[in-house]
């Protein structure tokens, strides 16, 4: 399935890590230093190494920069021991993928590289989707998160404590999650060390390393109840612990946060071959799209490769330019939140469901922007034509105002006069909340 380069200089770890993996049909070799290792990959092409932190000669680290710097879409993994946990988390920002603690277990080494095998299939996947439907990937980071990379986050909150969630690039690489076994409330953490167990629907058990240390002060109860929060969310409602941080200033020098982030990606990008977009999330909400997404309607927002086959399909945008479908999908997507919900044309959709029936991704754009509407109501952005209306109904509680007019023509025809009744329509508008959503507009 895959070439992989073990470098140790102990060579029982050699023979036990060839052993394991060659039990998944893995082309593996060996060598016992890291001049040997070099010498070879300049001969061959491998997918993944996976290199002893502490070795004489040229040690892990030196390699992990090496390799990095000349074989860039090469992963790297860790092997360290116990008392080297720092510069094991050192290495993952300086590019390694991730690290297995010694003494490791097959499944604790199969299940780290099942994990980087995953996320190599998604990177080519979408690089080819790139080049055959000429798309272009977009994604969002939150401006105010700091990253160990392809793994876990950290948010700094108002009150001293620090909120911890999973990577996105982390979540997809797992796949389907079927358990999740955060650390517990009191216990303390330290940076590099485990915070949390995930198991996938293959039975491999996937270790988070915490990005701070400190103590637990909440777990999410929420992701315990239903493990699709961290999926559909991850940076978001699906956050995994809260922690106390106790030195939280020098474990943010392992982390990478703002620009750098950026262009830490963008160089990743360039060597996978990729086109994907980045763009920080300074003054966006990158978690709406979620929000959206746990809306009834707008599960599939997320699934919209931006191919314009709804705009092309609407009739609205050939008569008013300004609602372009594809657009607002977009600006969603990249977290535009009050400019979408502020905008007059999320209330231009004619539900003609034109482009629900022709999109080739099943995104039902026409249920998305309900959901995106029902968020505007409840944000206080309702559009002066549904608040008249509104207005009346509960005034007279019609739509319209009954005149003298309308009854003589309804006598002339033999039907019985149109009474008001609008206290009928208050005590419904005060029980849905009507009004208190009114007040906000």
């Known amino acids: 399935m895959a070439s992989i380069l073990i470098v140790d200089d102990e060579l029982v770890v050699c023979k036990s890590c060839k052993k394991i993996l060659e039990r998944s049909d893995h082309n593996v070799e060996y060598f016992l230093t890291g001049q040997e290792a070099l010498k070879n990959i300049e001969e061959k092409k491998y997918e993944m190494v996976i290199t ?11 390699l992990l920069e090496i390799v990095k710097k000349k074989w860039e879409d090469v992963d790297v993994i860790m092997i360290t021991g116990y008392a080297a946990v720092d510069t094991a988390v050192q290495a993952m920002k300086l590019g390694a993928y991730d690290y297995i603690p010694k003494p490791f277990t097959p499944e604790e080494l199969q299940t780290v590289v099942s994990r980087v095998l995953e996320k190599r299939r998604i990177i080519e996947q979408e690089r080819l989707a790139e080049e055959r439907d000429l798309i ?17 986050w950290v ?11 999973l990577d996105d690039v982390f979540r997809r690489s797992i796949g389907e999650i079927t358990e999740i076994n955060p650390s517990s409330k009191g216990e303390t953490l ?12 293959r039975g491999y058990k996937h270790k ?29 409602a699906g956050w995994l612990l809260m922690i106390a941080p106790s030195h939280l200033e020098i474990d943010l020098k392992n982390l990478i946060h703002g620009t750098p982030l950026v262009k830490w990606w963008l ?4 060597v996978q071959g990729r086109k994907a977009k980045y763009v920080m999330a300074e003054g966006l909400d990158s ?3 979620y929000e959206i997404a746990r809306e009834p309607g707008g599960e599939k927002i997320t699934h919209c490769f931006q191919c314009g086959t709804c705009t092309a399909s609407c009739p609205v945008r050939a008569i008013d330019s300004r609602y372009n479908p594809r657009k607002i999908l977009r600006m969603a997507l990249l977290g535009m939140k009050n400019r979408v919900l502020s905008s007059d044309f999320i209330w231009l959709c004619s539900s003609c469901y034109a482009c629900y029936e022709r999109c080739p991704q099943d995104v039902k754009f026409t249920d998305v922007i309900t959901a995106i509407k029902n968020i505007a109501v409840r944000e206080g952005f309702i559009h002066p034509l549904y608040t008249s209306s509104a207005e009346i109904l509960r005034s007279h509680g019609r739509l319209y105002e009954v005149g003298d007019f309308d009854n003589k023509l309804r006598s002339k025809s033999g039907l019985p006069p149109l009474e008001e009744d609008p206290e009928i329509v208050k005590k419904i508008f005060n029980v849905t909340g009507m009004d208190s959503l009114l007040k906000k507009e």
Request: proline content about 7%; glycine content about 8%; some cysteine.
């Open 267 to 270: 160089e990743k990008e360039l």
């Open 287 to 289: 978690n709406f799209k």
């Open 208 to 236: 988070l390393w915490s990005p701070v240390s400190g103590e637990v002060i909440e777990t999410n109860p929420d992701i315990i109840k239903d493990y699709s929060v961290v999926q559909i969310d991850p940076y978001g």
């Open 190 to 201: 330290e940076q590099g060390k485990l915070c949390a167990e995930i198991k996938d629907r």
């Open 52 to 62: 002893d932190l502490k070795m004489p000669g040229i040690n892990g680290m030196e």
């Open 136 to 152: 272009r990937f977009e994604y969002t980071m939150p401006g105010d998160l700091y990253y160990l990379p392809e793994h876990a």
């Open 155 to 165: 948010k700094i909150e108002n009150d001293n404590l620090v909120r911890v969630g």
